[in-house]
């Protein structure tokens, strides 16, 4: 068997997308598309991955860098043959060369495998399919036994042609010797004064080398991205999957249209999600993890029994079992929630670090933080970490009681067992079951009269 390498055509302008950022770079689900693309070589297996890169090279490279890939510098787009050519001096001769598009990010690697199964030892393979509308498309003119004898480009057929459905994905195998050959035979008269990779389907053809067409039923799965509106279109296509994947997996969504996932979830058994759940990056539930309706997580662990309430958001956290958040929480980078824990409304947290059962159920800032175990955090709590300069850090024990409306005026430690009254400003620490109240004294005036308005005249 000879081996396969893989080369993706990513040179290409992509000016309908209408942007600064290059074709290939524009995400989907949250990644790069031609990130998409190189995981799918990956996973067949391939000798060489080379990516030919032309407007934005730089850039493509830069974003891409630690992808072990040989990049290949296409410096004018003069059409897909000279840019599957310019990847070739790299291609040992005696491979099977594979050809990807950058701007195709959810090609199914099962297609691609079926693909190169068919092709076998000789044969150049294309990938086709029957789009609703195959306006645009390279069309696959083939003979009255069946036979595929050429490809004719949109903007080169002629009526009769137009009226064919079956179009060329642009995806396809040939051997590199053959390619070899053909490459530089090809010429550029047709009306984009290109030279076009399709046109090797007719050489090969004229020599007799066998060539077979496999026609994907998934048209969407290899539809390329030229403009917002199909970016859009793959993207809902993306996140179709991942619902799907999640579903299989026992997880219930309560509107597999309404979630998106840009990264990677995994979750146990019995999770519930509700509607408008935005997950970024890695994030793992556990068993019985119920997420509520406009959620954003990104970054983050959530332990068997988790229940995460509407519209809060969580970032780099990790939450014990049985915690519960929200409505309304966030939790920022660094937040470590222990089992048991409560974060109620309009709680705000950054690096603080929660033990078992303690709770701050409503209208908090908790930054630069640990508290204990068991410990009470009242309404309105604010941790005052920041002098302007520094950052500084608040320490609460085990069993605390820290009434309402209390500014911790970091750094400041208090003790196991300790109450701070409601409304104070705890400047100095205190110790273990002390009792803090840090506020004006009350005063109590008799026979107050208050001021009266001016009579109308
Ligand atoms: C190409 C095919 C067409 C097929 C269609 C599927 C040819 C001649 N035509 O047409 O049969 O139906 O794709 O979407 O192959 N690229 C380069 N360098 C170049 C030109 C293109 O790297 O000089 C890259 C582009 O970045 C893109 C891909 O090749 O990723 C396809 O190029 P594009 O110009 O979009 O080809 P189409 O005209 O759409
Ligand atoms: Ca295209």
């Keep these: 068997m000879s081996s396969l390498e893989v080369i993706i055509l990513a040179a290409g302008q992509g000016s309908r997308m209408k942007s600064a950022l290059p074709k290939v770079l524009h995400p989907i689900g949250g990644k790069p598309m031609l990130a998409h693309v190189l995981s799918a070589a990956r996973a067949l297996a391939a000798k060489r991955i080379h990516v030919v890169v032309g407007h934005g090279a730089e850039q493509v490279k830069q974003a891409l860098a630690d992808e ?4 290949v510098l296409q410096a004018q787009q003069l059409g897909t043959g000279h840019a599957v050519a310019q990847a070739m001096p790299g291609v040992a001769t005696d491979a099977r060369v594979l050809v990807l598009y ?47 004898m ?47 990779l399709t046109d090797t389907i007719a050489m090969a053809v004229r020599e007799h080398i066998p060539v077979v067409a496999a026609i994907t039923e998934r048209a969407m799965e290899v539809q390329g991205v030229n403009d917002r509106k199909q970016q859009a279109e793959q993207e809902r296509a993306y996140q179709r999957q991942q619902a799907e994947r999640l579903m299989q ?10 979630i998106d996932i840009r990264g990677t979830v995994t979750a146990g058994k019995d999770v519930i999600i509700d509607a408008n759940v935005i997950f970024e990056g890695t994030v793992e539930l556990g068993d019985s993890v119920h997420i509520g309706a406009n959620c954003i997580i990104k970054d983050a662990r959530l332990a068997n029994g988790v ?19 929200g409505p309304f929480a966030r939790l920022r980078p660094g937040t470590r929630l ?16 929660f033990a078992e059962n303690s709770k701050a159920n409503h209208l908090s800032y908790i930054g630069d933080a ?33 009434g309402s409306n209390t500014a911790l005026v970091a750094p400041v430690t208090v003790g196991n067992q300790a109450t701070i009254g ?24 008799d026979g107050w009269q208050r001021p009266q308005k001016p009579e109308q005249e």
């Excluded at 175990?373 to 820290?402: H, Q």
Aim: glycine residues 10%; hydrophobic residues 40%; charged residues 20%.
């Design 102 to 148: 950058g701007d195709v990010p959810l090609v199914p690697v099962a297609a691609l495998e079926a693909l190169l199964a068919k092709a076998g030892q000789q044969a150049l393979a294309l990938l086709t399919a029957m789009p609703e509308n195959p306006t645009g498309y390279g069309r696959i003119v083939r003979n009255h036994d069946g036979q595929v």
């Design 249 to 258: 997996a026992g997880v219930t969504l309560m509107d597999p249209d309404r």
């Design 68 to 71: 072990p890939v040989q990049w």
């Design 370 to 402: 640990s508290v204990g175990a068991d410990s009470n955090i009242g309404a309105g709590t604010i941790t005052c970490n920041y002098d302007g300069a520094r950052k500084s850090k608040t320490v609460i024990g085990d069993g605390a009681f820290i």
């Design 422 to 445: 409601a409304g104070s400003t705890i400047t100095k620490n205190v110790e273990d079951g002390q009792l803090a109240i840090g506020r004006g004294k009350q005063r109590n005036i």
């Design 307 to 325: 229940t995460v309430h509407p519209n809060s958001m969580i970032e780099e956290s990790e939450l014990g079992e049985a915690v519960n958040v």
């Design 338 to 353: 222990a089992k048991g824990v409560r974060i109620g409304n309009f709680v705000e947290t950054k690096n603080a670090v």
């Design 150 to 196: 050429a490809i004719v480009e949109h903007k080169d057929a002629d009526e009769q042609q137009r009226q064919i459905r079956e179009v060329n994905t642009g995806i396809l195998t040939a051997r590199a010797s053959d390619l070899a050959r053909w490459l530089p035979a090809l010429k550029n008269h047709n009306q984009q004064q290109e030279y076009y």
